[in-house]
Structures are given as structure tokens and as C-alpha cells.
């Protein structure tokens, strides 16, 4: 965290100095491009793109660190969850069946298998893309510039305030984990099981949420007595208006659609097993 309150991280980059609004649409615009897809072709290359504009953007991996991990988790045992639950789904895609093993009544496939590596690629491939933006988007540039293209002045206040309080939710997580440990609860992997963990970091989800809806309140609080929402309109101190590099950034944005758009209906039309 930085004295913004929030994840920015400032540097002198490219993309440090583009409109909020057009890192919003690049970031739509590369979701869309990948959700059109099932094809592992289409997700290696952007994931290793999105990196390349994670170092052009000097991120600092000891920042984006703790997202990466928290993805690959996520990604892990979704892969898992989805294997179990719908161990043959991939060969009703692919439109073979080759057996891996038995799972009871039904089958693992390869073509499984696959579908599952697919599919955690295609959200790995979405995380780099998704980090550029929040490190390098300052919250209250951000808000001004959603205004300014026509975004409820009330609206984009609540996504700054939103990107700003990221950190602070996530220092309050650690002192409840620092609390609860104090009480014997144990969050390491060398105190319990991995199963034990994760049961353990349900359990302060309640505090956690309890914390953050006093934290909207005094929040709420505050920007009422200041007269918030009175007027229909408002100024910004952090404003800029579009450059060169802004419009360039907007056109490919459109392009990656239109490309997309394109791929989808006369290339890569459906999932792709290449075995």
C-alpha cells in the first residue's frame, strides 16, 4: 500500500499515463477477447502478453505477488472441483472418449483433462491484464475520468472508494488472522492440515464482513454530513484531458472486439482438443 490508500503503484510508464477510462475499456475489451474463446491456442500467447505489459509497466512482482497466488489457488482447486463434479464433461465438448481412469460409476478422460488445463489458462490468462490496471490506475484519476465520459459523478466516486479501500481490508484480514491465532486457531501448514486451513479461513469471513460493513457506515456517515450527492454535477482535481497514446490504446481496444468477433465465427469456433 502507498500513501494513496490504495493498490497504485506509481512509475513512469506508459501505462501510468493513460486516461483511467481507457484502462477500463482495455481491460473489458481483453475479458470479452478471451471469454469468446475455449482454445488453449488463444490463451498461452495473451498470458504471456499480459506479462510483457506487466514489465513494461516496471510492476515490481513483490507487489502482485500476493494476487498471483491467490489466482493459482483459486485456479487449483477449481481445477480440482471441476474434474471431480464433471469428470467425462470433456469429451462431450471434444466429441471423443478416451478413458484415464475410473471414478466409480463414471470415468476421468483426457479429454478432460484438458478442458480443465484450458480452462485454467483462459483465467490466468484474464490476472495479467487485470493487475496492469489496478497498479497502475490511480483511484481518484480513475473516478474523473469515468465521469468524464459520462459516468454518474456518484458511481465513479464508489469505485474510487472501492480501489482505495482494497488495502485496508486486506490489513484488517491479517489482524483477525493475528487474532485468532493468539486464540489457538491455526492458519500455517506445518499447525494443521490443508482442509483444517481452509475451514479456519472460512471462519473469519464473518468478522471480516462485520468490519467492513462498520467501515461503509462511518464512510457513508462522513460523506453525508459533507453533502455528498447534493448537487447533480461536481469538479475534479485530478483530470487530464486525452492524448495521442489514449486514442491509440481506445482503437486497439476496439480492434482486440472486432478481431475477436472475427476468430470466433471462422477460426476458433468451438474448444479445441488437439489429440
Request: cysteine-free; glycine content about 4%.
Amino acid at each position: 500500500m502507498n500513501r494513496t490508500g490504495s493498490l497504485y503503484i506509481e512509475k513512469d510508464s506508459i501505462f501510468h499515463r493513460l486516461e483511467g477510462s481507457i484502462k477500463f475499456i482495455m481491460l473489458i475489451a481483453w475479458t470479452v477477447f478471451i471469454f469468446m474463446f475455449m482454445d488453449l491456442r488463444i490463451f498461452v500467447p495473451m498470458t504471456i502478453l499480459g506479462f510483457i505489459t506487466l514489465k513494461m509497466a516496471k510492476i515490481p512482482f513483490k507487489s502482485i505477488k500476493p494476487l498471483v497466488i491467490f489466482v493459482i489457488v483459486f485456479t487449483i482447486m477449481n481445477t480440482i472441483f471441476l474434474i471431480l463434479i464433471t469428470p467425462e464433461y470433456g469429451s462431450e465438448l471434444a466429441g471423443t472418449y478416451t478413458k484415464f481412469i475410473s471414478m466409480g460409476s463414471r470415468s476421468l478422460t483426457y479429454e478432460t483433462m484438458f478442458f480443465a488445463l484450458t480452462l485454467a489458462m483462459k483465467y490466468l490468462s484474464i490476472l495479467p491484464i487485470t493487475m496492469l490496471f489496478i497498479f497502475t490506475t490511480h483511484p481518484s484519476k480513475f473516478a474523473s475520468s469515468l465521469n468524464k465520459v459520462g459516468v454518474s459523478y456518484k458511481v465513479a466516486y464508489s469505485v474510487s472508494i472501492a480501489l482505495r479501500y482494497i488495502p485496508d481490508v486486506k490489513e484488517e484480514m491479517k489482524n483477525i488472522i493475528n487474532a485468532q491465532e493468539a486464540r489457538g486457531v491455526s492458519f500455517n501448514k506445518k499447525d494443521a492440515k490443508l482442509f483444517k486451513r481452509l475451514r479456519n479461513y472460512i471462519v473469519i469471513l464473518i468478522p471480516l464482513v462485520i468490519s467492513s460493513l462498520n467501515r461503509v457506515e462511518v464512510v457513508s456517515n462522513a460523506m453525508e454530513l459533507r453533502g455528498f450527492g447534493r448537487n447533480k454535477k461536481r469538479t475534479w482535481y485530478n483530470r487530464k484531458p486525452f492524448d495521442r497514446n489514449d486514442f491509440i490504446l481506445l482503437g486497439i481496444s476496439i480492434l482486440f472486439i472486432v478481431a475477436g468477433v472475427y476468430f470466433k465465427n471462422n477460426v476458433f469456433m468451438k474448444f479445441w482438443y488437439p489429440f
